[in-house]
C-alpha cells in the first residue's frame, strides 16, 4: 500500500476535492499545500501577474520533512513520493471549472493549453518514471467515481497508467 502519494494536475483538475474524499475514506493524513504555502509563508515572491506565490521549494522540502499520506498540489510531483497521481480534464471543461471559480480569463486560457499539452503530466513522469504514475480523467465523471481510482491505486488493485487521455484537439 502506498504511504506517500502525490496528486498533482493542472488548477481544476479537482485535486482539492478528490483528496479530500479519498482521505474520508483511508486512513491517510492530506496536506493541502498550496494552503500550506500561503500560511507559512513558504513562497519566494508573489506574481502580481497571475495572482500567485512564487514557492520556494527548498523551503518546502524543508516544511514537508518526513511527510505522509497525501500531498495535494500542482506543484506536489517536485516532491519526493511513492508514487504521483496525474488527475486530468478536458481542456473545454476545465475552463468552466475554472470560470465557475471566477477565475480571470488569462489564468482560465493559460490553464486549458497547459492541460492540452500534457505539461503537469510530463514534469511527472519525467521525475517519477512511467511505472509510478496513474493518469487518471476526471473528463464527465463526478468526484467520488475518481475517488474510487485512487483508492484502488492506493490498495495496488489498479497499475500505473500513462498516456490514457489526448486533449491535443483543443489546440
Ligand atoms: N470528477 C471530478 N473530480 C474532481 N473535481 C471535479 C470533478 N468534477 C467536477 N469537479 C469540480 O472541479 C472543481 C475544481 O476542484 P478543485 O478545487 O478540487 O481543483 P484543484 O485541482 O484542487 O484546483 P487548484 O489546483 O486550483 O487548487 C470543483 O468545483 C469540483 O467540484
Known amino acids: 500500500m502506498t504511504r506517500r502519494l502525490v496528486i498533482t494536475g493542472t488548477p481544476g483538475t479537482g485535486k482539492t ?5 479519498v482521505a474520508a475514506r483511508t486512513d491517510l493524513d492530506v496536506i493541502h499545500l498550496n494552503d500550506a504555502i500561503r500560511e507559512e509563508e ?3 515572491e508573489r506574481d502580481a501577474d497571475r495572482d500567485s506565490l512564487v514557492a520556494d521549494v527548498d523551503a518546502v522540502a524543508e516544511w514537508l520533512g518526513e511527510w505522509d499520506g497525501i ?6 510531483h517536485l516532491f519526493d513520493a ?5 488527475l486530468r480534464c478536458h481542456p473545454e471543461e476545465l475552463k468552466e471549472r475554472l ?18 499539452l500534457d505539461v503537469i503530466l ?15 480523467d476526471t ?33
Open 17 to 21: 476535492t478528490v483528496s479530500d474524499l
Open 42 to 44: 513558504l513562497f519566494t
Open 71 to 76: 500531498l495535494d498540489s500542482h506543484l506536489a
Open 82 to 86: 511513492d508514487e504521483a497521481v496525474v
Open 99 to 116: 470560470r465557475e471559480r471566477d477565475e480571470s480569463e488569462a489564468k482560465v486560457a493559460e490553464n486549458a493549453e497547459s492541460e492540452a
Open 122 to 136: 510530463a514534469e511527472t513522469v519525467e521525475r517519477f518514471g512511467e511505472e509510478s504514475v496513474y493518469e487518471i
Open 139 to 171: 473528463t464527465d465523471r463526478p468526484p467520488e467515481s475518481v475517488a474510487d481510482d485512487v483508492i484502488a491505486a492506493i490498495e495496488g488493485e489498479m497499475d500505473p497508467c500513462v498516456g490514457t487521455v489526448d486533449f491535443i484537439d483543443y489546440l
